[in-house]
């Protein structure tokens, strides 16, 4: 193998052509991204840049060697697996025979054509136009009570706004499963946030985006609506390819998608996982290592075991996770406790551990992780 | 499209050789571990899970550095740098 593309410049991409330079491949790599800005970090979208406490400079992964080619404001429109090259919408063609798939997700929008003004936080500049529109301390409508939604409505209501946040289901209920999901929605009616639950989609209302009407009825005004309804995989220039798909692109358990081709990142799903993703940071490293290896060595690389870590910040708690989720029913309080905001709690099925999570509580990821760990019994 | 037209962050820094330095910023790091899992030599989480960088990290030499430097990239909350 001579030459390897990585289609995507964010964590999952940097992340596979910093691994295939440390297993060793020694000839070209080429990254092509779309956006214009340099590979960056997004879980600081939602805190600390949307608070104006942290530059967006900042959120700049550092600069890859200048043995990795990476082309900016590149975007591949078509997969030839005849000539195995990805064709840029330039036309241009980039002849590989190692292929990183990383091409990531873009946000759901709620906007139907002609209305304008809705907000997404999905990339820097996405940021950057919802920060600026907060400087006029508006009122703010969050849709979708998902992970980015809540760090949103937090970080809007630290910033002293007045927020309600929409959803057809209980925050984060789906994700998290009951015991995590009511103790995050009550810090965020702790600090403020009005929450609305009701059945069907909420629609944007106005041609410039003046607020939401329920499927209730109901219309709420706001300055300011950000739509954090979730991501779709970027795999539309896959689909004259035989690597067509409709949702997330499937890789199997080394990552690997077809002979020289491999996958990692948002816009893959690991099969066995149900088709569903793990859009999660920890989730593209250890996919895209994966992926790397498994171009570089083929079967004889080790088969993916996802440590499934995520964590997210809002309304003052730290929430740690580790293992299969959601999940339902209380943990086994291990340390601390939730009324006092600092807790190491563990789910247990029988003696098998599925899960792991510490609430404003600093312990080593890699003890979390072996709570997790199903053959572990120790709490 | 094609080549880059401008970018609102800067365009890439050139890399480093000869030995470089690892700065942290200790306000953005949350333990998070991801350079401990790259580099345990570099980087470790102690007891508290607190990042416990090895005084290496003043100085890293070449062979290190690629190393280093695909930790740095990983950390989510951008608190490590590396300098010349």
Same mark, same amino acid.
């Given at each position: 193998m001579r030459d390897v593309v990585v289609v995507g410049a964010s964590l999952a991409g940097v992340t596979a052509a910093d691994a295939l330079r440390l297993e060793g491949y020694d000839g070209s790599i080429t990254l092509v991204g779309d @956006?214009?800005?340099p590979p960056y970090a997004r879980p600081p979208l939602s805190k600390g840049v949307l608070a104006g406490t942290? &530059?967006? @400079?900042?959120?700049?992964?550092p600069a890859l060697g200048d043995d990795v080619v990476v082309r900016l404001g590149?975007?591949? &429109?078509?997969?030839?697996l005849q000539q195995r090259s990805v064709v840029l919408d330039t036309g241009e063609a980039l002849p590989f025979d190692g292929l990183v798939i990383a091409s990531g997700a873009r946000a759901r929008s709620l906007g139907r054509p002609g209305q304008r003004g809705e907000h997404l936080l999905r990339t820097i500049d996405d940021a950057l136009a919802l920060r600026a529109g907060l400087e006029g301390r508006p009122s703010v409508v969050v849709v979708g009570a998902g992970f980015l939604g809540m760090e949103t409505a937090s970080t809007c209501r630290a910033l002293g706004l007045d927020v309600t946040v929409v959803d057809r289901e209980p925050p984060l209920h789906r994700v998290l499963g009951d015991y995590l999901a009511r103790m995050l929605t009550e810090a965020a009616l702790d600090s403020g946030v009005r929450i609305e639950i009701t059945d069907g989609d909420a629609q944007l209302l106005g041609t410039d985006v003046r607020g939401v009407l329920l499927s209730d009825g109901r219309a709420l005004d706001a300055d300011i609506v950000v739509s954090a309804v979730g991501d779709l995989p970027n795999?539309?220039?896959?689909?004259?390819?035989?690597?067509?798909?409709?949702?997330p692109l499937v890789v199997n358990e080394r990552c690997m998608v077809a002979p020289g081709i491999v996958g990692a990142g948002d816009v893959v799903a690991l099969c066995g996982?149900?088709?569903?993703?793990?859009?999660?940071w920890a989730s593209a490293v250890e996919q895209a290592q994966a992926a790397a290896s498994a171009l570089l060595h083929g079967q004889a690389a080790p088969p993916l075991t996802p440590d499934r870590y995520f964590w997210t910040e809002q309304f003052g708690l730290d929430v740690r996770i580790c293992g299969d989720l959601p999940v339902h029913g209380p943990p086994t309080i291990v340390e601390g406790s939730i009324a006092e905001r600092t807790a190491l709690l563990q789910w247990k099925t029988g003696d098998a551990c599925i899960a792991a999570a510490t609430v404003n509580h600093r312990m080593p990821i890699t003890n979390l992780k072996r709570l997790a760990a199903p053959l572990n019994t120790a709490a | 499209m094609g080549e880059p037209v401008e970018s609102r962050l800067g365009t890439e820094t050139t890399p480093w050789r000869g030995f470089v330095r690892i700065e942290v910023d200790w306000s953005r790091?949350?333990?998070?571990?991801m350079c401990a899992d790259v580099e345990p030599q570099l980087f470790q989480l102690d007891d508290e899970g607190q990042l416990q960088v090895h005084p290496d990290a003043a100085e890293v030499p070449e062979p290190l550095q690629r190393r280093a430097e695909a930790a740095v990239r990983r950390c989510p909350v951008a608190a490590l740098r590396i300098e010349p």
């Open positions: @956006e214009l800005q942290q &530059s967006p @400079e900042s959120t700049l992964l590149a975007r591949a &429109s078509r997969l030839d795999v539309e220039w896959l689909q004259d390819s035989a690597l067509s798909c409709f949702g996982a149900g088709g569903t993703r793990t859009p999660h | 790091c949350e333990g998070h571990g």
